[in-house]
């Protein structure tokens, strides 16, 4: 009896995780969908670069959990617009990672200096929100919310990647992008500023090894501010 309900577990274990898998699949595909349907039907062609805030949470113990700054850089388009609000996508390069400050002791056990290691993940972002709008003569404010999903890439931790060998990384992070920002219109030019922040639906990696019992989850935490410049079809 013991033995089959171990079977039963495992395979009752096997049918989440396939259903988990195939769900990224569908959001993935629902948001390259969307994304080739917005160019499609494209009013704003537009690029957003800026500052990536990131920093890793964990449960065990504390790992990469200071903030790290990248350079974030997305193409878009925003399209089915109307007075008072618009759809967005958009597909880029973002980093998710942190920084441990280590303390360096000399032959005595001195403190002798801190040093910075940066830990560091390579993705491909794609997001689509839906936007609400505050226009007001040639500008207008907006709120928005929508999925997204990072794709990994690469990794381009530092040479003291051994640091991080004993974690397993995600290879696609769905989940949601909460966004606001101000567009201001100069004929068919538009500049603007967008401040967004990124959840994650699932931990970006986990430790190979259980410790304690049990694994150590690393979580991401991600903040995209960003200058927007966009021309108008």
């Excluded at 990794?155 to 992008?177: F, W």
Aim: net charge positive.
């Amino acid at each position: 009896m013991l033995f089959e309900n171990e079977i039963l577990k495992r395979y009752i274990r096997s049918l989440l995780y396939k259903d988990i898998c195939d769900m990224k699949k569908v959001i993935v595909c629902l948001l390259l969908a969307l994304s080739n349907f917005s160019l499609l039907s494209s009013q704003v062609i537009k690029i957003e670069n800026g500052l990536s805030i990131s920093s890793m949470n964990s449960t065990k113990f504390n790992l990469l959990n200071d903030n790290l700054y990248t350079y974030s850089v997305l193409l878009g388009c925003d399209y089915l617009e109307h007075r008072y609000f618009y759809l967005s996508s958009g597909i880029g390069y973002i980093q998710k990672g942190g920084v441990d400050n280590v303390i360096q002791l000399d032959e005595n056990a001195h403190p002798l200096t801190i040093i910075s290691i940066k830990g560091k993940w390579d993705y491909l972002h794609l997001n689509t929100s839906f936007r609400i709008k505050y226009p007001f003569k040639k500008n207008h404010l907006y709120i928005g919310a929508g999925l997204k999903a990072d794709v990994r890439t690469s990794s381009t931790d530092s040479n003291h990647s051994y640091l991080y060998e004993g974690y397993k990384m995600a290879s696609i992070i769905p989940g949601m992008k909460i966004e606001m920002g101000f567009n201001r219109e100069m004929k068919r030019l538009i500049i603007g500023v967008n401040a967004s922040y990124l959840i994650d639906f699932k931990n970006a990696g986990k430790s190979i090894l259980l410790i304690d019992g049990a694994h150590n989850n690393l979580s991401a935490s991600n903040a995209l501010l960003s200058l927007t410049l966009g021309y108008r079809l």
